[in-house]
Every structure is written in C-alpha cells, then in structure tokens.
C-alpha cells in the first residue's frame, strides 16, 4: 500500500511540475534601462499560453489594458504593441491560462530614458 501511494505521489508531482509554462525570457528585459520607449513588448514562455490580460502601469499611472489582438488559441511567444507615455518607469502585468487549465500571472518591468 505504501509503494503504491509513493508511486501515486511521484506520478502527480511530476506532471503537475512540467505542467506549467514559466517565462523564458521578456523584451525589455525585466530590470533593464533601454534608450527610448519601445514600440512593443514581447513575452516567451516554456510551453503555450493563452494570454488573457495584458497591463501596463507608467509610474504611478493606473493600469492600461494592452491589446491582445485576435488571439485565441495557446501560443509560446506574443508581441504586442506597447502605448509611448514617455521616459520613466513601466511595469507589465500579464495574466493567462496555460495548456494545463492553469492560470498563471505575472509582471516584469523596464526603466525608458
């Protein structure tokens, strides 16, 4: 009984660990200073996504939603184009569903001069 709860246990660990999709990597960078405002972002992550949200906060301005276009399927990297509030600071906040029906979230930011 004790060898088939472990082997229970090691089957759902590790399904449910490769299961989500992490980013991989963002543009800008998270925690770069880039020379002017970028004309879009961009997001990659490990496995589909389906973005569901897509936030942009500049300094202490309230959040503008970001357009996701005609997405509507599971897809491993998005661009989107990004709103020119100036030199500062942006923050992105993403929201989305992963192919495993998980919802993840996530933000990353960048410094503009």
Do not use: K
């Not at 880039?34 to 202490?60: C, H, K, N, W």
């Not at 503008?64 to 709103?83: A, I, K, W, Y």
């Not at 495993?100 to 503009?112: I, K, N, P, R, T």
């Amino acid at each position: 009984m004790r060898i088939l709860a472990m082997t229970a246990l090691t089957a759902f660990l590790a399904t449910g660990a490769g299961a989500h999709s992490p980013v991989e990597s963002t543009a800008p960078a998270s925690g770069s200073v880039v020379a002017g405002v970028p004309a879009e972002i961009s997001l990659s992550f490990a496995g589909g996504m389906r973005l569901t949200r897509v936030g942009m906060v500049y300094q202490d301005h309230g959040p503008v939603q970001l357009d996701l276009g005609d997405q509507t399927g599971f897809d491993r990297v998005f661009v989107l184009p990004l709103q020119n509030m100036g030199p500062g600071s942006y923050r992105i906040e993403w929201r989305g569903l992963g192919t495993d029906g998980h919802v993840m979230q996530g933000e990353f930011s960048f410094q503009a001069e």
